[in-house]
């Protein structure tokens, strides 16, 4: 509020009063992080004098609500933006307030597409009716995208104080200068806030939402820059690398925009050369024409060269054409080597200016070697094959699992030791059969599978991949945030079902005995903390009642202590009055008054020792919790110290392994060049080989035809001289044959008139 008479009683006050204390100069006033554009300070009642010397504010800037106009979500129905839009009004006809369907979970979140540490989130409800429908409602932040399973794994803040609820009693809706509430998130980090109603149907109604927070600064490596890139072909000189050469300029005058041809499915890759978990991926567009080229493009991630055969991450993307904004994509951590930009479905051409993409490196391979399991097998699809490197989506090439049709399926690796597992990237069959892993489990723990019971272990979410594809393969990572365990399980729940694997990788880290010992230990500080703190809640709360009940005995007391005095009073004035007898008589009045005062003064020291014994048993528990997180911290550094010990024995021994395995793959790389370039020369021999043998077989069949020939030539001149020879030898044979001709001739004339005559018949 600005500086207009009172105005600035309707500011929030950092605590109640304030006094400076001399010999004090100065007071330290702790605010709680509030949020506001103006600080004041004031006297109330009176007319008073105010003096300052100095005023020092510190804080941090808030320049902007961080959640406006981002992307959005919400349980059902879509007018989630209506909560990002900046307009406050609290009335349903005005066309700001979101509504979901009556629903348990009913949920909104919003995605500010980069990790903030959240200080603040004002929340604006109805004002025109249904507002108590957000009574006890929770704010939570993380890195989790909301869902139905999933919004309950980011924190709620406040979390400590009745699981972060918030009564919609506490929100000021008949002031229309705040007719809204403030959730203090103690700079909660995270991607993704929510808002969501616990532990009932309802609907869930919001007229705005805004986050005050600092971008956290946590994910701003490019993991693409100056990495292998290549397209669907080149055109106009607009090669692959200029979208990761680090310069953002959207003019393509300036050479630093890539370019295809116009092409069915057009795309645009990076190879990151290795694994990283993929946070978001930033795209700039051509901003000098044709920015609309690249309206609704998609962004996939994963470990498949082949980018349609990778995660999409979100959806189609809108392309700002006005601001020539940069597009920001959350990846939301998926996983994979190759980045990459589409229009699929589109004769288009692809042009994209600059590509970033921020994540971390992505330690995967844990699986590679390890004993592997699975519940039945077919056609020699052994379990082995899901962890031998080769990801090739081909049964025909040996490295796909296969089990029997049966019922609830199943694969595990054993990882031999407990490991944290962050996620488990699967793999699938391309040739066919690929929607047969559809609805697949993943489980994480420390039993193993035995005959048909692979449920002992947690699952890591529920099911997934419900539209795995029949044919083209492809890689699914699933979240497992963190969870321990040596056994890492896949399975299909039902009956008639088949398991196919084509690969599994596993991320995540071993942990050490060290390690589980100290968890272990830091876990059983945090029960007893807990215990403290009951304890301490417990004693509160009896103190609060005592005090009530002692506030009202002691009113009593002093009001029975008031009547007494005023019967003493009463008494001596009475007792210089009368006679001696009279004086007497006043004098045991007054030994029997005396006595009822002392008797209600040791009264109230015995409710003043009861109350001095309960401070004390508190602030004995509020030593002992503080003792426990003394402890707890203690704990903690030396966990903290041993992790650390682990963490760089791991890295040497990845060293270690790493050398050894470039080793053993130099010496597998030389033996296949050896033996493809033997191949090589076998094939060439036998394609010569081939071809001689089909020209001695040609020559053959014409040498045979052109002898046949030959043969056919001589016989029938010899049958020619035979008969001139013939001839010449009996002059009378020829007459003789010319004769015996006539007569067959004659003869066959007969037979076909008899033949006639018999038709007639």
Excluded at 319 to 325: F, I, K, P
Excluded at 707 to 716: G, I, L, S
Aim: net charge neutral; hydrophobic share 30%.
């Amino acid at each position: 509020m600005g500086d207009d008479g009172k105005s600035y009683e309707k500011n929030d006050k950092c605590g109640d009063k304030h006094t400076i204390d001399p010999p004090a100069l100065s007071k330290l006033i702790p605010c709680d992080k509030k949020i506001g554009q103006y600080v004041y300070i004031d006297i109330p009642f009176g007319h008073r004098t105010l003096t300052l010397c100095e005023v020092r504010v510190m804080g941090a800037h808030v320049v902007e609500d961080v959640a406006k106009d981002k992307p959005c979500g919400q349980s059902s129905g879509e007018t989630c933006g209506r909560a990002v839009d900046g307009d406050t009004n609290g009335a349903m006809s005005g066309g700001s307030c979101t509504i979901t369907e009556e629903q348990n979970p009913a949920w909104w979140y919003v995605d500010l597409q980069d990790e903030f540490k959240i200080s603040e989130v004002q929340v604006w409800g109805r004002t025109d009716c249904c507002g108590d429908r957000l009574s006890n409602f929770q704010v939570r932040v993380g890195d989790t995208k909301p869902t139905s399973g999933t919004y309950i794994k980011n924190r709620a803040c406040n979390s400590q104080t009745d699981e972060g609820k918030v009564d919609y009693a506490e929100f000021n809706r008949d002031d229309p200068i705040k007719p809204s509430i403030t959730v203090s998130c103690n700079r909660e980090p995270g991607t993704y806030v929510s808002i969501n109603i616990p532990d009932r149907a309802d609907y869930l109604t919001l007229c705005e939402v805004k986050v005050f927070g600092q971008a956290s600064n946590k994910v701003k490596a490019n993991l693409a820059l100056g990495k292998p890139a290549s397209q669907i072909d080149v055109g106009y000189g607009g090669v692959a690398s200029r979208a990761v050469d680090g310069n953002t300029d959207t003019s393509f005058g300036a050479e630093s925009c890539t370019h295809t041809n116009k092409k069915q499915d057009p795309w645009w890759k990076v190879d990151l050369q290795k694994t990283a978990e993929i946070s978001r991926v930033i795209v700039w567009n051509r901003s000098d024409c044709c920015g609309s080229r690249l309206e609704d493009f998609e962004v996939r991630v994963g470990e498949m060269e082949d980018i349609y055969q990778n995660a999409v991450c979100g959806g189609p993307n809108k392309v700002d054409l006005e601001g020539n904004t940069p597009k920001i994509i959350n990846c939301e951590k998926k996983t994979g080597r190759y980045v990459s930009v589409d229009l699929k479905g589109k004769n288009q051409w692809l042009t994209v200016c600059e590509v970033k993409v921020n994540g971390e490196w992505a330690e995967s391979g844990m699986q590679l070697g390890k004993p592997t399991k699975q519940s039945s097998t077919m056609n020699a699809g052994y379990s082995k094959r899901a962890v031998d490197g080769n990801t090739d989506g081909k049964f025909a090439g040996n490295s796909c699992t296969q089990t029997n049709v049966q019922a609830n399926p199943w694969w595990f690796v054993d990882l031999e030791k407990p490991a944290s597992v962050s996620k488990v990237s699967v793999f699938n069959r391309a040739d066919c059969c690929g929607d047969k892993i559809a609805n697949f489990e993943v489980r994480v723990g420390n039993m193993e599978p035995q005959g048909m019971d692979f449920t002992a272990n947690p699952t890591c979410g529920s099911i997934h991949w419900p539209d795995a594809p029949k044919t083209g393969g492809g890689e699914f990572t699933v979240d497992c945030d963190e969870q321990v365990g040596r056994y890492v399980t896949i399975d299909l729940p039902g009956d008639n079902k088949q398991l196919t694997l084509c690969e599994v990788r596993i991320m995540g880290a071993f942990t050490t005995p060290a390690f589980s010992k100290c968890k272990t230990s830091v876990e059983a500080i945090e029960a007893d903390l807990e215990k403290v703190r009951g304890d301490e809640k417990t004693a509160k709360s009896e103190v609060a009642k005592l005090k009530v009940g002692h506030g009202d005995l002691v009113a009593k007391l002093n009001k029975d202590l008031q009547a007494a005095k005023d019967d003493e009073a009463a008494t001596k004035k009475d007792a210089h009055a009368i006679t001696g007898k009279h004086e007497a008589r006043a004098t045991v009045s007054k030994s029997q008054h005396d006595q009822a005062v002392k008797s209600k003064e040791t009264e109230i020291e015995k409710y003043k020792a009861d109350a001095k014994a309960q401070a004390t048993k508190t602030a004995d528990l509020d030593r002992k919790r503080q003792a426990a997180v003394n402890a707890k911290e203690a704990h903690a550094a030396a966990c903290t110290k041993q992790q650390k010990n682990d963490a760089d024995m791991i890295e040497q021994l990845k060293a270690d392994h790493s050398q050894a395995a470039q080793q053993c793959l130099s010496k597998a790389r030389q033996v296949k060049d050896k033996h493809d370039a033997l191949t090589k020369k076998n094939n060439e021999e036998l394609k010569q080989e081939k071809k001689a043998h089909e020209d001695s077989v040609i020559a053959h069949k014409n040498s045979a035809a052109a002898n046949k020939k030959k043969c056919q030539e001589k016989e029938t001149l010899a049958r020619e001289e035979g008969r001139k020879a013939g001839l010449q030898a009996c002059p009378g044979v020829n007459g003789l044959m010319r004769e015996i001709w006539r007569l067959r001739q004659k003869l066959g004339a007969a037979e076909a008139s008899n033949g006639e005559e018999e038709e007639q018949r």
